[in-house]
């Protein structure tokens, strides 16, 4: 039709920007489900609001929502952290990143869709499906960092990625606004009420995150690959590479010790991802709309913010702005320590907006330059499982004080100690171009 949009018109999209793209639709999960609406559906509705008593290893334990939340959060993390490298591998021998990122992403939107299916009192039921759609999510990422490679020249990674994670902010907060309206005005759309509302809000996560994975299929190439074209031969090869794989890095210190960086720093980042809504609405006691619209607000800022964030690493050095993120990161834990009111809440989401994505993706582009580009689907296994661990033991740690010491504020300052220890060690890593 003249004038309209055609599916032909959209799937022309460069590869850099057909590679954003999926990051506009997978970030949904991040968003929605993750950080905003699944964390209060799990408090206030299938929790009921009461602590739960469960048993681990023989012994009778209590825990809040927000600590049950955080177990979950560790658990799929570790499962992830243990697949990353044998698919990163994988996929590399076989050139099959994008057959393996259909693969993880259809785990994570299949997980998405069985979440309408949960209600009061399926707490165990919401958990395990949880941890199926993380480790899709987390599992996608590994192939979708890899194909950074693909679509851009080590010149433009920093700038890709930066964009990448600002088509994220954008396409998230799109969601989250219409799901947020669907929650607050379910009549507009046709639901009785918000509980109805709420399976929808699952349904359209799903549709979006499988929607826009579409034109990376189509447009972005493989990459290079290590020859093994037969699924079985990949996974031999995968396997047998594993352990060269990791001494290769272990031999290359400055890749080494920028991976120790990022796990310590990052450790920090996905908590605070992770386990801000539930301890909002856990522990700060704030309504369903602030909480939501506050991370709405983070989406919204996080878009010039990661693009900005970009750019200046390109001005100033990637090496320089990551000091900067981490800096920054650190006076946002002591102000998260004095939180006190809805309006604190709405002020720090603004600031991690500002600094959350940029700090990520320009590790992401800093690490893939780092690195030889024959093997990015093997290296970012690693990488992968440096964010799988982080997210292990930040909200492992985090609901482990909660539930020995009874005080969350203490569990937030405990997350200083990890963007201090990680700044420590970027100190000794030399950038791309400085490293032999």
Known sequence: MKGGISLKRIFRLSPENAWCLYDWGNSAFVTTVIAAVLPVYFAETVCGGSSVG????????????????????????????????????????????????????????????????????????????????QIGFAGANVFYNSLLVSVAEPARRDLISSRGYAFGYLGGGILLAINLLMIKKPSIFGFADASIAL??????????????????????PEGPSGGERTFTGSLKHGISTLTSTFKHIRKNSNVFRFLISFLLYNNGIQTVIM??????????????????????????VGVPGSLLFGRLAKRYGSKQ????GIIAYMFIILY????????????????????????????????????????????FGFFSVSQRFTSIFGPLMFALIIDITGSSRLAILSLAILFLAGGLVLVKVKKPEEAV
Do not use: C, H
């Not at 699952?202 to 972005?220: E, Q």
């Not at 702005?321 to 900067?324: E, G, K, P």
């Not at 500002?354 to 690195?371: D, E, H, K, T």
């Open 321 to 324: 702005m990551l000091f900067a």
């Open 54 to 133: 469960w048993v681990f290893l023989g012994k009778q334990l209590t825990s809040n929502a927000t600590s049950l939340w955080g177990y979950a959060m560790a658990l799929a993390a570790f499962f992830v952290a243990i697949l990353a490298p044998i698919l990163g591998a994988t996929a590399d021998a076989g050139g099959r990143r994008k057959q393996f990122l259909a693969i993880m992403t259809g785990i994570g939107v299949l997980a998405t869709l069985l979440l309408a299916l949960t209600g009061a009192g399926d707490i165990w039921l919401l958990l395990g499906i949880l941890v199926l759609g």
């Open 336 to 379: 998260a320590f004095w939180m006190k009111r809805a309006l604190d809440f709405w002020i720090l989401a603004g600031i991690v907006g500002l600094f959350m994505g940029g700090l990520q993706a320009v590790s992401r582009g800093f690490y893939s330059r780092l690195i030889p580009d024959r093997m990015s689907g093997e290296y």
């Open 275 to 300: 386990m801000a809504a539930i301890y909002g609405k856990v522990e700060l006691g704030l309504s369903t709309g602030n909480l939501i619209g506050a991370l709405l607000l983070t989406q919204i």
């Open 199 to 220: 399976r929808y809000v699952f349904l359209s996560v799903a549709v979006w995150w499988s929607l826009f994975s579409i034109p990376l299929f189509l447009r972005v």
